[in-house]
């Protein structure tokens, strides 16, 4: 499950990344809210964690542009403000939550398992595959014969982007952006992670077409 945090205070920010990322979440971070919402507009992101007084664009405005688009992605607010009225200006623009600094990482835990549970917890969490795979799209995890492959973080991420474009190809430059987070990475790597993750389910499990890049289909 890929999450997005944004948070100015660095210290603050990295202890939150790393506690989700030993909880298996796939954890992207900014520090302020141009960056953040330039990356949802570019990304898939199951649940946005926001600080609200970062810079160039606040937690409530970036929320507020996502709510006039219809995009009802779940929000997370964490701050150190607690005046009544700025909470009820959060959840007026349409946040799901709130957690005051300071909080113990355990409580941001359940929050999120909670919101995943409402969000997602009717959907289809098994996207069923050739082959014998299948993609647990809460986890975002791949298994053969409902056994987890074991895939590096770079893997991952390559999987993940082409399971939330199934069916359609996903460019190189696309891949480049999403995954490796640099326009110039050379097309080998590119090549050689994807034989990476062939090898370990199947050949055609990846297709790929001049031109156009790579898809994941069923």
């Known amino acids: 499950m890929r999450l997005l945090l944004l948070e100015d205070d660095l210290e603050y920010k990295q202890t939150i990344k790393e506690y989700l990322e030993s909880l298996k979440y796939e954890v992207d971070d900014f520090d302020n809210g141009e960056d953040a919402l330039d990356a949802i507009y570019e990304n898939t992101y199951h649940l946005l964690i926001l600080?609200?007084?970062?810079?160039?664009?606040?937690?409530?405005?970036?929320?507020?542009?996502l709510r006039e688009e219809k995009n009802d992605i779940p929000v997370?607010?964490?701050?150190?403000?607690?005046?009544?009225?700025?909470?009820?200006?959060?959840y007026?623009?349409?946040?799901?939550?709130y957690i005051k600094k300071p909080f113990s990482p355990?409580?941001?835990?359940?929050?999120?398992?909670?919101?995943?549970?409402?969000?997602?917890?009717?959907?289809?969490?098994?996207?069923?595959?050739?082959g014998g795979l299948s993609y647990n799209i809460i986890k975002t995890e791949l298994s053969l014969n409902d056994v987890p492959i074991a895939l590096s973080k770079k893997e991952c991420a390559v999987v993940f982007t082409l399971i939330?474009?199934?069916?359609?190809?996903?460019?190189?430059?696309?891949?480049?952006?999403?995954?490796?987070?640099?326009?110039?990475?050379?097309?080998?790597?590119?090549?050689?992670?994807?034989?990476?993750?062939?090898?370990?389910?199947?050949?055609?499990f990846i297709l790929n077409q001049r031109g156009l890049g790579y898809k994941i289909g069923q």
């Open 51 to 65: 600080d609200i007084r970062v810079p160039k664009l606040n937690g409530y405005e970036l929320v507020k542009i």
């Open 106 to 130: 355990k409580e941001l835990r359940y929050r999120i398992e909670e919101l995943i549970k409402q969000f997602y917890g009717n959907c289809k969490k098994i996207i069923l595959l050739n």
């Open 92 to 97: 007026e623009l349409g946040c799901n939550d």
């Open 164 to 204: 939330s474009n199934l069916n359609e190809f996903v460019s190189l430059d696309r891949l480049r952006e999403e995954v490796w987070n640099d326009k110039y990475i050379c097309e080998a790597d590119i090549r050689i992670c994807i034989k990476k993750i062939r090898d370990k389910t199947s050949k055609d």
């Open 76 to 90: 997370i607010y964490i701050t150190s403000l607690t005046d009544i009225n700025n909470l009820s200006l959060g």
